[in-house]
């Protein structure tokens, strides 16, 4: 399961860069989203706070909502539609959130 | 505001091939019109940019469509710095004659004399049980992926569902070396015969697609059509490992793949011609409801335009020229002189692109059929887990058989895609296990802000 779900197919020649998911440091190129450098490295980007499993987003094109991760102060962020920057850290869970949450 | 006094104030949203035209045509009548996109490129989807330090080429990007999508982008590159060009900014609602805008900047209202509304579409969904599940995500998100990441959505991937767009996308993915596990049609062969009356409006798209199956078909990719979708299979902690369906001779197959892109064709994306205040009709072709439009663009509020898909799913080459006569229209009401031969060379195009695409429903129907064998435990909603079971209880229980009052009762339509993705199908569901026609069950009234903003962003101004 260390596998990567998306498989990146070219353009792999770019600059690379680290950032952070849970702690634990992501490496991604310049130019991915969020999402692309979280899923080329991982298999998930959160879990629904209704009950039903592990999400990795729907429709990438900023219009389903369902790739929200947060930073460590917060604030939240749409994975399909943010650019990674290196250094970010990143929790894919709410911090401080009461569970479950609604929106 | 100096321009305000000298030239009315247009204001255009979207900045897809649709967009791009109208904002064009504007400012060769001498408009300088206010351009709105949520994306940080303009472009739209068909014409989506990779990101500024991709390499790819046109070619590679959008096949067939280089050429277009070329002039699509210059076109635009070259009037970005004269119009009022404003990326990165969503518009979260209309009312009292102004945009409501949500950008890095903060938030603002702009009034405004015409509106031009060009917001494009999003996939249309029929749920089926575990579509929830990590791996399974919509046709577009599967091409988006592709033409502005670079990626495939998995390392073997199924296309399953209907439409132009299932074939076109899952004929990209073989070409960019991606595995294709299958692609699985809903709709039944014998359609596009039937369909082939209207197809041959468009004869050049039609030969497109003729070759886009060959394609497949030359690369081994089963392609398989009349296909029922039982279910995407997998669990909800490790996410899809295959798909079931009933082939069309009634047997069962089960096909692994780690991803799945799930999609009917299109919808458009209304939310803002709702907030204006535009009437809706029930289309029966498509079964959904659209909003009103005039031959030329015009919705039933003045001063409202609507063009591109986000009016009608005619394609991108319909989205040019419908946006060219939205600016149009709009010019003419504002008291420009308007060349009356133009309009009528454009709206034949329009006709010819509307017939095109009425063959397409033909040949790949909304499958609402599917709607009411939905297993109870299936999700309806992914937003919150609402499934098929939640909805008909509501239905049975309380009666509720309009859409937004079944709404309020089960949350169908509430979550955070406010009813993108859940909306027809949820209709489709009340509506079989009420026994009524669909159109009975009415539609979902968008409600802003169309889409969750953010949280810390503060206020920029009014204008
Ligand atoms: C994922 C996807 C892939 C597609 N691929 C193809 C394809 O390969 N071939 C094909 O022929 N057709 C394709 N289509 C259909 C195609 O989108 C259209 O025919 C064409 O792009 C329509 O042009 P348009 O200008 O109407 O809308 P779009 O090109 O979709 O542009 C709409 C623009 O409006 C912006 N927008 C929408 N709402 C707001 C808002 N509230 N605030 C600010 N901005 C907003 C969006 O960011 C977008 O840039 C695709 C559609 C989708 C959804
Ligand atoms: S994946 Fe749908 S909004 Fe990001």
């Known amino acids: 399961m260390t596998q990567g779900r998306f498989v990146r197919l070219a353009e792999q020649d770019r600059p690379s860069l680290t950032l952070y998911v849970d702690g634990q440091p992501v490496t991604a190129m310049e130019g991915d989203t969020l999402m692309v450098a979280m899923l080329a490295a991982g298999r998930v980007l959160r879990t629904s706070e209704f009950g039903d499993g592990k999400r990795a987003g729907f429709c990438l094109m900023a219009a389903c909502q369902d790739c929200w991760v947060w930073t460590e102060d917060g604030g939240r962020l749409r994975a399909c539609s943010t650019p990674a920057s290196a250094g970010l850290r990143l929790s894919t869970s709410q911090p401080g959130a009461s569970w479950p949450t609604a929106n | ?463």
Not at chain 2, 147 to 165: D, E, H, N, T, W
């Open chain 2, 1 to 463: 505001m100096a321009d305000r006094e000298l030239t009315p104030r247009i204001v255009v949203v979207g900045a897809g091939p649709a967009g791009v035209r109208a904002a064009q045509t504007l400012l060769e009548a001498g408009i300088r019109p206010v351009v709105i996109d949520e994306a940080a490129r303009a472009g739209g989807q068909i014409y989506r940019r990779q990101p500024t330090n991709f390499r790819r080429s046109h070619e590679a990007l959008y096949g067939t469509e280089a050429a277009r999508a070329q002039a699509v982008h210059d076109g635009f590159d070259a009037i970005a710095a004269t119009v009022d060009y404003r990326p990165d900014t969503l518009v979260w609602n209309i009312a009292d004659g102004q945009v409501w805008t949500a950008s890095e900047r903060g938030y603002a209202t702009l009034a405004y004399d015409a509106l031009i509304l060009c917001t494009g579409a999003t996939d249309r969904l029929m749920p089926v049980k575990g579509w929830h599940y990590a791996g399974a995500y919509s046709l577009g998100a599967a091409q988006v992926a592709l033409k502005a990441q670079a990626c495939a959505i998995g390392a073997r991937v199924v296309f399953m569902g209907s439409g132009p767009l299932l074939y076109l996308v899952a004929s990209q993915y073989v070409k960019a070396g991606a595995k294709v596990a299958a692609v699985l049609d809903t709709s039944p062969l014998s359609n596009r015969l039937r369909a082939a009356v209207d197809l041959i409006a468009q004869p050049g798209i039609l030969a497109d697609g003729v070759a886009l199956t060959r394609a497949l078909a030359k690369a081994g990719v089963p392609v398989l059509t009349g296909v029922t979708p039982l279910e995407i299979t997998g669990n909800a902690e490790n996410g899809v490992n295959g798909v079931r369906v009933r082939l069309a001779n009634g047997t069962e197959r089960d096909f692994a793949a780690d991803a799945v892109a799930l999609g009917y064709h299109l919808r458009p994306e209304t939310q803002l011609a709702d907030l204006a205040r535009c009437d809706f009709a029930f289309d029966a072709k498509t079964r959904q409801w659209l909003p009103k439009r005039d031959q030329d663009g015009r919705a039933s509020v003045a001063g409202v335009y609507l063009a591109g898909d986000g009016a009608r799913i005619l394609g991108a080459r319909s989205a040019e020229v419908s946006g060219r006569l939205a600016a149009l229209a709009a010019l003419a009401d504002l008291g420009h002189k308007v060349d009356p031969l133009t309009l009528v060379h454009l709206r034949r195009q329009v006709a010819s692109y509307a017939r095109f695409a009425r063959g397409l429903a033909t040949a790949f129907p909304w499958p609402h059929e599917q709607a009411a064998n939905l297993p109870d435990e299936a999700i309806v909603c992914r937003c919150e887990a609402v499934t098929a079971g939640d909805l008909r209880r509501v239905v049975n229980e309380t009666g509720a058989k309009e859409a937004n009052r079944a709404k309020a009762f089960s949350r169908v339509g509430m979550g955070r895609c406010q009813g993108r993705y859940c909306g027809h199908a949820g209709a489709e569901v009340i509506a079989a296990c009420a026994n009524i026609p669909v159109e009975q069950v009415g539609r979902l009234r968008g409600q802003a802000p169309v889409k969750p903003l953010p949280v810390a962003i503060a206020p920029e101004g009014e204008e």
